[in-house]
């Protein structure tokens, strides 16, 4: 097994312009994750899905962050407009429903 | 709501020594406890678990029992290596780590020297 793929492993954008980060979860998990970790706020969860459903968004930190997952083999994370404070690590994560998360290797985001 | 508390880092070690690196928590229900590991440069690895009191979980030489009486999922080795060098982070879930999104604590980095 592949593991959780995502990309691109590193961005660098400017202030103002749109991002688009990219989850494959493992075939067959049920339920996909998207973390933020910063070295102020460590870890956070921004918004997971079941099902392709999404169930809880309430740790996405403003309007101008949003995700989707079309079908259960593709995420996507989109920041616009992207701003200096978003620059962390985004990390995708996928596990059979009620069980262990798996998690991708993450992509280090900076905007200038 | 849920919390995760570890202690502050880093730790630094000589090779061999015995390793704690403590972990409490706060939960409104009976969450399920984690301990992750992060090299440098990569993503989360799920180093143990344990989903009820008094369960011990362990992996890799690494060891840490599900303490509900003292909230507590402390991790623990007996002889730590320099490949040991990490950072750890504790965690718990609701549901056992599937359905809804784990809380994590800060994290914990453990340099370990020759």
């Known amino acids: 097994d592949a593991g959780v793929i995502q990309s691109p492993r590193h961005e660098v954008t400017e202030m103002g312009q749109e991002v688009t980060l990219r989850c494959k979860p493992i075939s067959g998990h049920n339920s996909l994750f998207w973390y933020r970790q910063t070295m102020m706020r460590g870890l956070e969860l921004l918004i997971y899905f079941n099902n392709n459903v999404p169930i809880d968004d309430s740790g996405m930190p403003e309007d101008r962050f949003s995700a989707k997952m079309p079908n259960a083999s593709f995420s996507t994370l989109k920041i616009q407009p992207s701003e200096p404070r978003d620059s962390a690590v985004y990390f995708c994560?996928?596990?059979?429903?009620?069980?262990?998360?798996?998690f991708g290797p993450g992509t280090r985001l900076t905007v200038l | 709501g849920n919390s995760v508390t570890q202690m502050e880092g880093p730790v630094t070690l000589s090779e061999e020594a015995f390793l704690t690196i403590n972990c409490t928590y706060t939960a409104t229900g009976y969450p399920s406890l984690f301990w992750y590991v992060q090299y440098p440069g990569e993503g989360l690895q799920l180093l143990l678990k344990?989903?009820?009191?008094?369960d011990k979980g362990s992996n890799k030489g690494f060891e840490a029992t599900y303490r509900k009486e003292t909230t507590s999922f402390h991790l623990e080795k007996g002889s730590v290596q320099v490949s040991d060098s990490a950072v750890y982070f504790c965690a718990l879930s609701d549901s056992g780590g599937g359905a809804d999104g784990l809380t994590f604590g800060k994290g914990t980095h453990l340099i370990i020297q020759p």
């Open positions: 344990a989903t009820k009191a008094d």
């Open positions: 994560a996928s596990s059979p429903l009620r069980d262990t998360q798996y």
